[in-house]
């Protein structure tokens, strides 16, 4: 039986390097030396997509003046965020419940451009209309508790060397973290195998006989444009995937989010709010329906050189396995300040760490949609302004 593992074979970790303009140097000494320097501000935003950029122009409108109180760091070669990196047959189009970014609304966009160049586009756009400065590309390594003699700062070490922050905003989200369940034979396959991080098209599939795994927004998509040129795709997923008909208002988005939302609380891993909601069922689905390709197959138990095989005898041959299994935050770097509750999740009380109230995460469990994302952005830039100040934590209203 196929098992489920946390690793993740990611691409990189996120993060960037940022500079201050008016940067305290910590060791004038070493500066002369040639080494590196500890730069200070007030708060290290980690990430650049919608979380980052959202919470950087709440800073912005807050008052805090990006290199001097703020930097934006993103490990990206460019702005989009992790929308940069998908498939160009994902068109504007086909994306669900792409939400604006505050001060700056996406409009006119061509349903048919690739969605990459869309948001990319606009983030750019953002980043420059209001100045957010966001340094790249430049790796975060590590975020520690920081030494003696920092006030109480956190230690963000990057491969342009280290900051000191009085605040740390994570918005790595989950691109970088792709994940692969472990199952028997995994190693002796000797046809293709490549998550929906990796996916770039459906014509490259010509001709091939796919398995698709994974029972979310991607898999379908994979499966909806692959079964024209594909020879032959099997669907399998862990559980019987869930559709809803007719429209998904406010309330019903709300209480998806409050069940997110309760797992975080309880500092265990969050479920995606897909996997609440479940999948809209639009007029392509139906036709994936009525042409059998979205028939579904329970998870097979092993994989064989040459294909997949379950317990009860059947077995499908494949040239290519495509793991649509979705991705886990990317929180790697968050490791040395030791924030994960034993459920395997950061615990949280509205975006702030509770084991550490320096540390909000923006983007993560509830806040993982667009629109969530812009939210957050603001209420963690409001709870880091009354840590700045000195007044005291108040918990989160549920």
Not at 88 to 96: Q, R, W
């Amino acid at each position: 039986m196929c098992r489920v593992s946390h690793a993740g074979m990611g691409r990189r970790r996120p993060g960037s390097g940022g500079c201050r303009a008016d940067g305290k140097i910590r060791d004038r000494a070493a500066v002369g030396r040639g080494v590196s320097q500890t730069r200070e501000v007030d708060v290290v935003v980690i990430g650049a997509g919608q979380a980052g950029l959202s919470s950087a122009y709440h800073l912005r409108r807050n008052g805090f003046e990006p290199d001097r109180d703020f930097v934006v760091l993103d490990h990206s070669p460019g702005p989009g965020g992790a929308w940069q990196f998908r498939w160009p047959s994902l068109t504007y189009g086909k994306v669900h419940g792409m939400h604006s970014l505050p001060g700056m609304e996406l409009t006119d966009a061509d349903p048919a451009r690739p969605s990459a160049e869309v948001v990319g586009a606009y983030f750019d756009r953002y980043e420059r209309t209001f100045d957010l400065r966001v340094r790249r590309p430049v790796d975060v390594t590590a975020v520690r508790a920081g030494s003696e003699g920092q006030d109480g700062r956190l230690a963000v070490e990057t491969s342009d060397g280290g900051w000191a922050t009085r605040a740390l905003i994570n918005a790595t989200g989950t691109w970088d973290r792709p994940f692969w369940p472990h199952c028997p034979g995994q190693e002796t396959f000797r046809g293709r195998q490549l998550h929906t991080a990796r996916y770039a098209g459906p014509e490259e599939f010509t001709g091939r006989r796919v398995v698709v795994v994974g029972g979310g927004a991607s898999g379908t998509q994979h499966l909806l444009e692959l079964a024209p040129y594909a020879a032959a795709t099997t669907w399998v997923t862990r559980r019987p995937p869930v559709f809803r008909e007719g429209p998904f208002d406010q309330e019903a988005g709300r209480a998806a989010v409050a069940l997110v939302a309760e797992r975080v609380r309880q500092g265990l891993v969050p479920r995606s709010v897909v996997s609440v909601t479940g999948l809209p069922l639009n007029d392509a689905i139906r036709r994936g329906f009525a042409d059998g390709v979205l028939d579904r197959r329970p998870m097979f138990d092993r994989i064989t050189p040459d294909g997949v095989e379950w317990d009860d005898g059947r077995r499908v041959e494949a040239d290519v396995i495509l793991w649509a299994t979705g991705f886990r935050a990317a929180l790697d770097h968050l490791a040395p300040l030791r924030l994960r509750e034993p459920g395997g999740g950061i615990r949280l009380d509205g975006t702030r760490a509770v084991a550490d109230p320096r540390v909000h995460l923006v983007g993560y469990g509830p806040s993982a949609s667009t629109v969530g994302a812009n939210r957050a952005g603001r209420a963690a830039v409001r709870d880091i302004g009354r840590l700045l100040a000195g007044e005291p934590v108040r918990p989160v209203a549920a």
